[in-house]
């Protein structure tokens, strides 16, 4: 064998071509690392049941209290391109799987580690990528080997969705797990299809948590604006998302005005059309019209005399929610749709020290239920909040795959095993490489044990040996290793997979990268607007004094 191609079993100390020879020089090392070691830092200490909390403060000076890795994330303002891209793929894995964010940061920035790791020993970029890409490739496959358990059809979904939810010191998660779970499957339909937007959600300060309860029909955050504050039959719903008033109001315009009559004139044709708006809504038997944006003065008052209720909702979400359910389409201008929402009736209703305004339905299986929160302090309900979307989130899968793995690190440790067994018998690069990708998974289970207060080495001994002698079941729990079938610690394999696949796509990107070039425009000074041309040619140019006619 040739000197400068060592074998496996002297990888990774040694690795073609040797970092002291001169041709090493010239490789670059991971420019992006030290970017996703701080955003790994930052939410690490989130990761996990035991995870600790941040006093956040907003780019707008709020400060939020949370331990959620989305919240942590899509709050932070990263200049870093390769920390925004991390990011932007945690977000992504979030939000088609409700859960996985900070699984995808600290993952792939391990992955990161390891590969700098083989770099720095002298393996060749090209090479690296190429057995990372094979790694992944062989963790994906063998994922779904290690679901052993699925949620059956009929079976109550409360131990699979408890896991979900028992996250950052949530209290009275049983109950609020019991609603979720009664909610879910209230809404689920015969042939087994799940839709999420029929599961709405109103948070409300006030009280307990242990007051929050489930209603009939669909109940949105919002108030009513004008004299028409319920229908109690046959109501008819249109949705805009757009100002309840002429179209664009505030778009710049000149009127040619030349006289106190044109003024007159002005004003009557604008009343005429606003009358005119309001009439076509009332022609197609529009009785409720719910708004997203800003409702003027003038318009409501043509509504009120319509007999039109007009709702004005806090988000876009509540709108979405309303498409969903009631079949009838976002209007982005004052026009009624072609076919209106259709339900029994539509109220407004106070629930502690905030309003809500409910759809309902008249027949016994209504469309949708929304979940009611309560609590006394806002932290408390965007925790719950939270977890309640991803209890929703994780129904959501079972209902499109409903294998689950074993959680609590369990599943990572498994995988670094087999991996570890294969690496050592592979020549080549991919040999350390699927070392280091075992390396890289056994620090998800590692930082379990480190947020929960334990022995890190005693436990992952332990650990260690347990799934040597194969147990694949044991993982990390309050006070050292637990048997997670036994304690219903579960994951969906869906949102594992997704988050593997996100990671190593965002691992294989940044391995690529030698260098980061920021190409900024040139501030632009006063002088560069001075029209005078005589300043303009004194001016050097900014290429310099160069000859190009040679």
Same mark, same amino acid.
């Given at each position: ?39 790994a830092r930052v939410i690490r200490p989130c990761y996990g049941p035991h995870g600790l909390q941040k006093l956040l403060v907003t780019a707008t000076g709020e400060t939020v209290l949370t331990g959620y890795a989305t919240a942590i994330l899509g709050a932070l303002e990263l200049e870093h ?39 720095l020993a002298g393996m060749p970029r090209a090479q690296l990528w190429e057995a990372y890409a094979t790694a992944a490739a062989e963790t994906l496959a063998l994922l779904p080997s290690l679901a052993i358990r699925s949620l059956g059809p009929l079976e109550d979904p409360f131990w699979v969705? @408890? ?34 937007? *029929? ?23 919002? %108030? ?39 003024? =007159?004139?002005? *004003? ?7 009358? +005119? ?27 009120? %005399? @319509? ?54 339905? =008249? ?25 309640? @979307? ?12 409903? *294998? ?5 690190? =369990? ?108 190409? %900024? ?24 004094? +160069?000859?190009?006619? +040679?």
């Amino acid at each position: 064998m040739d000197r400068g191609a060592p074998s496996a079993r002297e990888l990774p100390e040694r690795l073609w071509p040797d970092p002291r020879s001169p041709g090493a020089q010239e490789q670059h090392l991971l420019s992006s690392l030290a970017a996703v070691h701080t955003l790994a830092r930052v939410i690490r200490p989130c990761y996990g049941p035991h995870g600790l909390q941040k006093l956040l403060v907003t780019a707008t000076g709020e400060t939020v209290l949370t331990g959620y890795a989305t919240a942590i994330l899509g709050a932070l303002e990263l200049e870093h391109p390769a920390a925004q891209l991390l990011r932007d793929a945690a977000l992504n894995q979030a939000e088609h799987s409700g859960d996985g964010a900070a699984f995808v940061v600290l993952l792939a920035e391990a992955l990161l580690a390891q590969a700098e790791h083989l770099m720095l020993a002298g393996m060749p970029r090209a090479q690296l990528w190429e057995a990372y890409a094979t790694a992944a490739a062989e963790t994906l496959a063998l994922l779904p080997s290690l679901a052993i358990r699925s949620l059956g059809p009929l079976e109550d979904p409360f131990w699979v969705l @408890y896991s979900v939810m028992n996250t950052h010191t949530l209290s009275q998660t049983d109950f609020l797990t019991k609603l979720v779970a009664h909610a879910c499957g209230a809404v689920k339909e015969l042939d087994g299809g799940f839709h999420p937007e *029929r599961v709405g959600l109103c948070t409300l300060r006030g009280g307990h948590l242990e007051d929050s309860c489930l209603l009939p029909g669909l109940a949105v955050a919002g %108030k009513p604006c004008g004299q028409v504050t319920m229908v109690l039959s046959g109501a008819r719903v249109a949705l805009f998302a757009c100002t309840f008033g002429l179209a664009n109001p505030n778009a710049p315009a000149t009127a040619c005005l030349s006289s106190p009559a044109d003024l =007159a004139k002005f *004003r009557k044709r604008s009343e005429q059309l606003l009358e +005119k708006q309001v009439a076509q809504l009332a022609t197609a038997y529009v009785n409720v019209a719910v708004v997203w944006g800003e409702i003027e003065e003038k318009t409501l008052t043509q509504a009120d %005399k @319509y007999g039109i209720m007009v709702v004005q909702v806090k988000s876009r979400r509540e709108l979405v929610y309303l498409s969903e359910v009631l079949g009838t389409p976002l209007m982005p201008y004052l026009i009624p749709p072609l076919e209106p929402g259709k339900c029994q009736r539509v109220y407004r209703q106070e629930l502690g020290e905030g309003l809500a305004v409910v759809f309902e339905w =008249a027949c016994p299986g209504t469309p949708a239920l929304t979940l009611v929160l309560r609590g006394a302090t806002t932290e408390g309900l965007r925790g719950a909040e939270q977890a309640v @979307y991803h209890g929703i989130d994780a129904y959501c899968q079972l209902c499109q795959d409903p *294998r689950l793995l074993p959680g609590a690190g =369990a599943t990572e440790m498994a995988l670094a095993k087999i991996l570890s067994d294969k690496g050592t018998k592979l020549e080549g690069p991919n040999g350390p490489v699927f070392l280091a990708f075992a390396q890289a998974l056994r620090c998800l289970p590692a930082t379990l044990a480190e947020n929960a207060g334990l022995a890190v080495s005693n436990v992952m001994a332990e650990m260690n040996a347990a799934h040597q002698a194969g147990n694949f079941l044991i993982g990390v729990g309050d006070e050292g290793i637990i048997n997670v079938a036994q304690e219903e610690v579960w994951d969906t394999l869906i949102a594992k997979a997704q988050g593997l696949q996100a990671i190593a796509d965002v691992a294989l990107q940044l391995t690529t990268i030698d260098e980061i070039v920021v190409a %900024k425009k040139r501030p632009t000074h006063q002088s560069d607007l001075n029209p005078n041309p005589k300043k303009a040619k004194e001016r050097p140019s900014p290429v310099g004094k +160069k000859s190009f006619n +040679k």
